[in-house]
T-cell receptor, first 112, second 111 residues
Framework: EPEVTQTPSHQVTQMGQEVILRCVPI?????FYWYRQILGQKVEFLVS????????KSEIFDDQFSVERPDGSNFTLKIRSTKLEDSAMYFC??????????FGSGTRLTVV | EDKVVQSPLSLVVHEGDTVTLNCSYE??????LLWYKQEKKAPTFLFML????IEKKSGRLSSILDKKELFSILNITATQTGDSAVYLC???????????FGKGTSLLVTP
């Protein structure tokens, strides 16, 4: 079964540093997403990406965040100047059309 | 503001019991409601519901949607220890395909 692949699985970074989280969505999917889950809290939508541009973003997705699809396969989330409260599990997901999402296994980001 | 509320937040049952998990929602322009199972990491897809009153089944799991009363239930019969997980309900609205998740129900099935 096709998978969404995320790397790294765990990243520890110092406060103020920039991090890039990487995702390889399922190849024929058209819509790509980032979600995050702070420990003990609910999964929260960050941003959706379609046709090489952001189609929707939440209030959480401020100027500190950016997304890119630098080539035909990778989809990245960049967090500039990380803060302690950015510590969370970050999930990438992709869908083809209207049907159920496929989530990646997540990157656990720890900001120290 | 869109809301998805799951209950109970946690549940402990014995193997063999039947459980019912609840999800109520208030969203504008409802499109679909999805159930996921989350064990260690990524949520794994269980069901997507779009129409009222049509039960979806997969083995011991089933789910139904009531669009008039704005809720869904997820039933698990003859529970097994492998059913222990957090069950997430999420709603997709027509404003996009973004999912609005509830806080989840943490289910523990004891032997």
């Amino acid at each position: 079964e096709p998978e969404v692949t995320q790397t790294p699985s765990h990243q520890v970074t110092q406060m103020g540093q920039e991090v890039i989280l990487r995702c390889v969505p399922i190849s024929n999917h058209l819509y790509f997403y980032w979600y995050r889950q702070i420990l003990g809290q609910k999964v929260e939508f960050l941003v959706s990406f379609y046709n090489n541009e952001i189609s929707e973003k939440s209030e959480i997705f401020d100027d500190q965040f950016s997304v890119e699809r630098p080539d035909g396969s990778n989809f990245t989330l960049k967090i500039r100047s990380t803060k302690l409260e950015d510590s969370a599990m970050y999930f990438c997901a992709s869908i083809s059309g209207y049907y159920g999402y496929t989530f990646g296994s997540g990157t656990r980001l720890t900001v120290v | 503001e869109d809301k998805v509320v799951q209950s109970p937040l946690s549940l402990v049952v014995h193997e063999g019991d039947t459980v019912t998990l609840n999800c109520s929602y208030e969203v504008t322009n409802f499109r679909s409601l999805l159930w996921y199972k989350q064990e260690k990491k990524a949520p794994t897809f269980l069901f997507m519901l779009t129409s009222s009153g049509i039960e979806k089944k997969s083995g011991r799991l089933s789910s139904i949607l009531d669009k008039k009363e704005l809720f869904s239930i997820l039933n698990i019969t003859a529970t097994q220890t492998g059913d222990s997980a957090v069950y997430l309900c999420a709603v997709c609205s027509n404003s996009g395909y973004a999912l609005n998740f509830g806080k989840g129900t943490s289910l523990l099935v004891t032997p």
